[in-house]
């Protein structure tokens, strides 16, 4: 591993933060903090923290001794000064004398000497950066430490590659213990520049920033040459299916499968956003033949048990063409999966006298021969957290079979770090929004209504996909954050259903449409020519038909139900003038909103529309307000106030009726006016 440090880039944060008068100790800390916490190989979602020791005053003026640490909730790859809040040191040290303290009580006593009551809290191991006594203190869970000591003789493996340079700690939780013991091995050991931590991770010292850092660079660099001496072949490969399907074909049928039932819910499911990985790394690492020996050991470094579980599950290899019978098989092996977490828990709660309350039991991290690994969270942000993790597991495990045999913690202490009191009280207090947990495609996703229907949708907590034609309007809708941009043409079969398959593949499938792609045909009937007809009926219907057929496909294969949303459109009920090619089509749109109403209610399918009206949009143009309102004799202000309530309707409305109607979950075809009031265009 290579050093990142630059003494140009250095001097330049000392010169930054000195403006806020934080000292160059505090600002290199910061500095070589981001350094670590950018290398994946070292950190990885909140897998480390730094610290630094010095001096603060407090709000009387006062000097003291102070442990400036990070902070939870700070990413090391973008920390800030305010992400190393200061904890007086002085109580830190007293609590070296006493035997025994709870966590609940550990994390308390910490924030009772932070110097600002509003920093976040300390990290759960800033006693063993108090205790330790060197001036800075970095702490990694570095890939290649970890192969070392995850390993049936890893501490004699660590203490060839390290010597005397690093005192070794046997495998203890995070928390008041582990302090203890790590403070054991420092004094033991007054020359050591580091601790290995069995099972865990790594620690190295010096007296600045740079000094620790590179130390901690060194480390690791002997661990991955130690790595490279004692490497062989890996994994023999298992025997597969002629053809293996895609990821996107299974990706609905594995969400489905992973979803959680609500209890009083009338049949509701908690669901879950995927994240698929698959390098050649990864499928070598799922079409080994060992692989549910290897996999099911347990985590590379005990946190990632938080946000993966201990264990993956393996389901077989899905074979191209014969995915009924794969899925009975997968859905076995993930019902087997459910009912061992079970057992699981219940070996081990007693151990806590029964007090502690199941997770969910699905799990967190999918291989699947052929096709990769899938993982899954609250969330696309929790699944690629935990798709990283669980591609680290994969690097680590890779290397640590290449070397001998992966060996991880016992089966009690991951339930002790799964079911930890502080994670627990963080998980108990977490809040989701509404349409969490639910993945939404827009059909004309970048025009008004899209965007503003994206951004709906994202506020309420989902995950959105735009759907429209490939340009820039389309990439700057993605680039504006309004959701994922999907090339496609409503009007093609095959460009549908290959946008369907890029949204299985990114976020594993589809539980909310919203068909609002359309454009507006005007001209007499009798004048009007089939082709303009056509084409018109091709956009507003028969393009909604397709993207629907498209999107029920996927919501069958998930069985967790699904709502359909339609732009259906005043002129469906309340036809105009010389707009009959636009209204034609939007009236069999209607009928088609209640026709998947009646076929597949019965499948927790809803399907409801929005009957909109005078909307700026690519529909409702300038151009078009100036020759409506001119030829109504009113301005244009007046001609878009034109209705009861007297205000001008707008795509955020629209929006908002969408968002209404997915959260209706006791209705089903029906159809939502938003058009301020207009009495011609009431449903009879």
Not at 61 to 86: F, H, N, Q, R
Not at 517 to 540: C, H, K, Q, Y
Not at 564 to 583: H, T
Not at 641 to 656: F, P, S
């Amino acid at each position: 591993m290579k050093s990142a440090w630059s003494e140009r880039e250095a001097a330049e944060f000392v010169e930054r933060y000195a403006a806020d008068g934080i000292g160059e100790d505090l600002a290199l800390r910061v500095y070589t903090t981001r350094l670590l916490g950018s290398e994946p190989r070292l950190v990885m979602h909140g897998g480390g923290n730094t610290s630094v020791k010095g001096r603060a005053r407090d709000v009387t003026g006062t000097e003291l001794d102070v442990l400036y640490v990070k902070g939870s909730g700070w990413d090391m790859g973008t920390i800030e000064p305010p992400g190393l809040p200061a904890v007086q040191l002085d109580p830190l040290l007293g609590l070296a004398e006493i035997d025994a303290l709870s966590d609940e009580d550990m994390v308390n006593l910490q924030r009772r000497n932070l110097l600002d009551s509003k920093a976040p809290n300390p990290s759960v191991e800033t006693l063993l950066h108090a205790w330790v006594p060197r001036t800075f203190i970095d702490h990694t869970h570095a890939n290649a430490a970890l192969v070392l000591t995850d390993q049936p003789h890893g501490e004699e493996i660590c203490r060839d590659v390290y010597g005397d340079r690093a005192a070794i700690v046997p495998y203890i939780m995070p928390g008041f213990d582990l302090a203890k013991a790590a403070k054991a091995a420092a004094d033991a050991h007054p020359e050591a520049e580091g601790l290995v931590l069995l099972k865990h991770g790594l620690f190295t010292f010096g007296d600045t920033a740079h000094e620790a850092y590179e130390r901690m660079i060194e480390f690791v660099s002997l661990a991955e040459a130690r790595i490279e001496r004692g490497r062989s072949t890996v994994f023999a490969a298992a025997a597969m299916p002629r053809a293996v399907a895609s990821a996107s074909e299974i990706a609905p049928t594995v969400r489905g499968m992973l979803a959680n039932r609500r209890d009083g819910d009338g049949g509701g499911f908690e669901r879950f956003i995927l994240e698929h990985r698959a390098s050649p790394a990864i499928l070598a690492y799922v079409g080994g033949s060992e692989l549910s020996r290897y996999s099911q050991v347990g985590t590379v470094t005990p946190d990632h048990a938080i946000r993966t579980k201990p264990l993956p599950v393996v389901l077989p290899a899905p074979p191209a063409g014969d995915l009924a019978a794969w899925a009975e098989g997968a859905r076995a092996s993930v019902d087997a999966y459910r009912e061992a977490y079970a057992v699981y828990f219940e070996r081990h709660n007693p151990r806590y006298g029964g007090t502690k309350r199941m997770l969910d039991p699905s799990p967190r991290v999918i291989l699947v021969p052929g096709v990769g690994l899938f993982a899954s969270g609250r969330d696309a942000r929790a699944a690629a957290a935990a798709a990283d993790l669980a591609e680290t597991t994969v690097d680590v495990i890779t290397d640590a079979e290449s070397m001998d045999r992966f060996e991880s913690i016992t089966e009690a202490e991951l339930f002790d770090i799964e079911y930890w009191s502080l994670e627990q009280a963080k998980l108990a207090g977490a809040k989701e929004k509404a349409l969490a947990r639910h993945v939404v495609v827009v059909t004309g996703g970048a025009g008004a209504i899209g965007r503003a229907t994206a951004a709906a949708f994202r506020a309420a907590g989902a995950e959105v996909a735009l759907f429209d034609l490939p340009g820039p309007a389309l990439d700057a809708a993605g680039a504006a954050g309004a959701g994922l941009a999907v090339p496609c043409d409503v009007t093609d079969d095959a460009s549908v259903d290959r946008a369907f398959g890029i949204v299985a593949a990114r976020f594993g499938g589809v539980d909310i449409l919203v068909s609002n792609a359309g454009a507006a045909w005007r001209g007499p009937m009798a004048d009007v020519t089939d082709d303009v007809l056509r084409e018109s009926f091709e956009l507003n219907f028969f393009a909604h038909q397709r993207v629907t057929r498209a999107a029920v496909r996927t919501m069958r294969a998930q069985g967790t139900g699904g709502c359909l949303l339609f732009n259906v459109s005043k002129q469906a009920v309340n036809p105009g003038p010389d707009f009959g090619p636009y209204g034609l089509p939007k009236a069999a749109t209607l009928g088609l909103v209640r026709q998947y109403a009646i076929e597949h209610g019965w499948e927790g399918i809803r399907s409801n529309g929005v009957n909109a009206d005078r909307i700026r949009s690519g529909v409702l143009t300038d151009e078009m307000i100036a020759s409506r309102s001119e030829a109504r004799g009113v301005s244009q202000d007046a001609y878009m106030r034109g209705n009861l309530l007297g205000r001008e309707v707008r795509a955020e409305d629209v929006a908002g009726a969408f968002v209404s109607l997915a959260l209706a979950r006791a209705t089903t075809g029906a159809i939502l006016t938003v058009d301020g009031g207009n009495v011609a265009a009431a449903l009879r």
